[in-house]
């Protein structure tokens, strides 16, 4: 038991047994009390933690059942990250975590953090346990799979605002919930000049995880970007059936060297293991998710990755109550995805070649499909001069097909 | 067959057999470990705890002394260590080897992810491996024969544990202690102290396994690292009749079967490869019936073990 | 008798409260390493679990799950047999309650769920009752054979919904169609809390009274503990075998089939996040008394619960709470050495 613990949070943890609380940490620096002097310096940092949020947590929250206005003085927001994974993995995870440091930096902004969530009950009792005992005004849920729970929550929890990175919002879901999410078939498709260029045994390998449009949108990305600068380049694809699988991306990255591939991609959760694997034999390897290019100084191209951190602007909306998109989907042009930075491999005139086409991007001048396009069972996808515009959201969720030149 | 350096089927074989040796090598580790503890006459299913605390303290020593080989011995001790606490806890009466295996393994890889997070992005040296495929011109067979220390260290090991285990004296005391309490307590042995030792140094040699997961193949430290390696020993065992040369040619068989999906896929059959990832499975529990018998125990079969009685 | 009963309880509460107490104390050491106050530790557990509400209830819902994949090793192991094939069975159970609920849009909720129910319940105990029946008839030993079983299911599940019973419609996760949904069930009456845990609760209680109150019960029992005796006794020992393995592979098909229809709507990978291994501990935490299962599971699913919270508020690694459950597993399962060393709790025989 806690010797020193002021007596209204006593009391107000005795109280809160029997009475669901809403508390805003915030609110609570009204109560530090007495109690402190008496602990070791040592523990001292993380007495204090405690207290903030915890023990007075309580005690706000019976005076706040008294006086429910005080939690309007709160100046700070919390906002709550809640990932599917290590958030530090050089990859999905750390793409978000990135973000989180960006949204931390904005003034008036604590960050509250969750890892290894699965996709279960579990995160519908995160979320509400971020937003009753943190006080957390802004949730991000960064897996797929939340997303029928954040629905739920959103629902429940009206003045909180949810992400979610599946950007599948449509009318008649609830209006606090945000679907945002960047067209990475961008980046992979500069990745694809780069292998294109590089490539010497014209052979190019893609590690898909599974499935999935956004798979399928991004390995076609990747060989058309090759094909624009070699057209006789052939791809190998190989699905591994699993996010998160080292030995299997290990093993996969190895049989498609061993056939001859010498530029490759992986879309898994983390691509640390395939870019290693690359450097370690000596070909080339293009990133995902996050920034690679410090794990095969030799090797590495460069890579698509996302721009979370454009979620900041949604929590800056929402706590200055301005307008909110309830869908955003964009690449270049709108900011949402990036492009790693060049390996020293790369050399200058591919460079510009990959930024000249960078720049399309950010002014619509580059479509990624556009006709005549063949998919690589030899059927017709677009006659000669139908182009699909890069924000046809409809055209790229039915995309199932490998586009001309991949094997496999 | 576009160019040269495309093999085709040969591709496929030799891609097989290259990840027979590579992806083998965590087996033929927690497996002949595994082989020591039940001969014991004790089951540890929390080698699978044990290989992961074994992959991440070798990948963190690793990281911080820039030195893998003593990573792979720091690993093995922290192998030892779990080990030990399963051997003590089994000392104990009435209770069950196999549930305190699995609050091991939930031990063990719970402390691991702990201890572990600050290794998840670092990276470590490797472990070195030799090129016995140096008189090839095919990339493909020399990258297949690069073999890494550990591997002939296992391979090794196999022999020598099973000569050990026939002709030594260890062997033979560790083998009556598995047969029979009564026999082994009538010619005067510490059932607990001989079992213990027997579970410890099948702990030593499943960290080492975890080890090479983390610092050769497939080299990193995360927390979808191993995939059930040590939780398979046990079938892996049995399906080696708890003899260490099977153990390696059931290790081979496993690696091989996990580099089978990806390897067909890159020549283009792709579909159902969840189903051929669970292949080696399917073989095991259908090889397990095949030579299962109600009349008698399956053969080499330590008697005290409870999961061949 | 009701003196020995008594006391026996008595027993148990007092050899399990004193491995918690330990256990506590060995944690409280643990995260003293890691420069942080035990008792400020202890606190936010004790918040993030019982403290609230929405803690209770977050406790709650992990420990609902647990309670029915518990009785999958629970009732084989009183006949004698370690069958650790919760988590395939669960997945199994999942499936099939998809596979039989997507056809059942035109019934009555109450109709379409019972069906769902008994569908998945029934799939779980085919599954575990062939582990059984490959034991009974051929000496396969149940415990690998299930171990493998589990991962045969969760290649089965994940090569279903990534082809045939793929919904396409569903493009962030391969997933199975999904159920309708006036078939899903929300939360029990009073409790943001869904409804696997009333079913939990009921199944393990029902099982509770089977076990000690009937004939078969007290078969089982004799099996369990000494087979030779059984087979003296005249018990049909191969019936009873199956039957146990049905009941325990039934409760962990239930958990899937309350995951589909209180949670998820649709088989998919996140059917496999370790519920099944998490209730093989559990069954043996309560000695495999389905009663005690309710209190272990809540408890378990307590530690899980606080885990987000020690999270946040310690920036301890997600793993602690692992790494507390699993010293409480180590502990309650050495302590089992102390039952029957204690002489006050053992009645003088008259």
Known sequence: MKKALPASARIGRVFALFY??????????????????????????????VLHQGGNIIAAGSMMSLLPTLALAAKTVTVGFIYVGPRQDFGWNQSHWDAARKVSKIKGIKVVEQENVP????????????????????????????????????????????????????????????????????????????????????????????????????????????????????????LTGEWNNPVKEAE????????????????????????ETCERRGVFSCGYHSD?????????????????????????????????????????????????PFGAAVPQKVRDEILTAKQAFVDDKLKIYKGPLKDNKGNEVLKAGQVISNTDIKFKLGVRFFVEGVAG | MTDGGDLGWWGVLIAVMGGAIRVSTPYLFVSLGETLTEKGGRVNLGLEGILVMGAMSGYGTAVVTGEPWLGVIVAGCAGSALALLHGLICNLTRVNDIAVGISLFIFGTGLAFFLGKPFINPSAPRLPHLELGAWSTYPQVRSALEINALFIIGVVLAFALAWGLKNMKWGLILRTVGDST?????????????RTMGTVAGGFLSGVGGSFLSLYYPGTWNEGLSSGQGLMAVALVIFARWNPIYCFYVSLLFGGATALGPALQTVGITSNYYLYGAAPYF??????????????SLAGAPGEVSISR | MFGSTFNNGLEAVVINAAALILTLAGFGIFVALFGHNPLDVYYILYLGAFATQISIENTLTQSAPLMLTALCTAIPARAGLLVIGGEGALVVGGVATVLVGIHLGHLPPWAGVLIMGLAGSIAGGLWIGAAGALRQYRGVNETIATLLMNYIAIAIMNHLVSGPIRDFDQVLKTSSWSIPESLMVGTVPGLDVHWGLGVGVVTCVILYVIMRQTTFGFGVDILGGNPRAAQMAGLPINRMVLVCCFIGGAGAGLAGTMEIIAVHGFASESLVVGFGYAGILIAFLARQNPAAIIIVAILVGGISASG???????????????????????????????????????????
């Open chain 1, 20 to 49: 669901p609380m809403v508390a805003d940490i915030e609110a609570t620096t009204i109560n530090l009390t007495s109690g402190r002097k008496k602990m070791s310096k040592k523990f001292q940092m993380s007495r204090r933690d």
């Open chain 1, 119 to 238: 996709e279960t009950a579990e995160v519908e009792k995160v979320m509400q346990s971020m937003i009753e005992l943190d006080g957390a005004k802004v949730i991000f849920g960064t897996s797929f799979g939340y997303w029928k729970s954040i629905k739920k929550m959103a629902k429940k929890y009206p003045n909180v605002l949810f992400t979610h990175i599946g950007a599948i919002w449509k009318s008649g879901d609830p209006k606090n919930v945000i679907g945002y999410r960047g067209y990475t078939e961008e980046p992979h498709y500069l990745c694809g000049i780069a292998a294109g260029r590089m490539s010497k045994t014209g052979k190019i390998g893609f590690i898909g995880s599974k499935p999935l449009y956004f798979i399928y949108n991004n390995c076609n990305g990747f060989v058309l970007g090759a094909r624009s600068v070699r057209p006789d380049l052939t791809c190998n694809v190989v």
């Open chain 1, 252 to 275: 996969t990255t190895n049989s498609l060297i061993d056939k001859g591939c010498d530029v490759i991609v992986a879309n898994v959760d983390s691509p640390k293991v395939s870019v």
């Open chain 1, 292 to 340: 690679l290019s410090s794990l095969a100084p030799k090797g590495f191209l460069t890579g698509a990755e996302w721009n979370w951190a454009s979620g900041a602007e949604f929590v800056r909306a929402f706590t200055t109550g301005k307008p909110y998109p309830n869908l955003k989907r964009g690449g270049f042009k709108d900011d949402m995805v990036g492009l790693s």
């Open chain 2, 182 to 194: 009564e026999a082994a307590t009538a010619l005067g042995y510490s059932v607990n102290w001989v």
């Open chain 2, 283 to 296: 073989l095991t529990l259908g090889l397990l019936i095949y030579s299962s018998s109600t009349k008698h």
């Open chain 3, 308 to 350: 987000g919270l020690l999270q946040r508020r310690f920036d301890l690694p997600d793993a602690t709470a692992a790494v507390l459950q699993g010293m409480l597993f180590v502990m309650v399962l050495a302590s089992n050495t102390a039952y029957g060393r204690f002489k006050i709790f053992q009645v003088k025989a008259n």
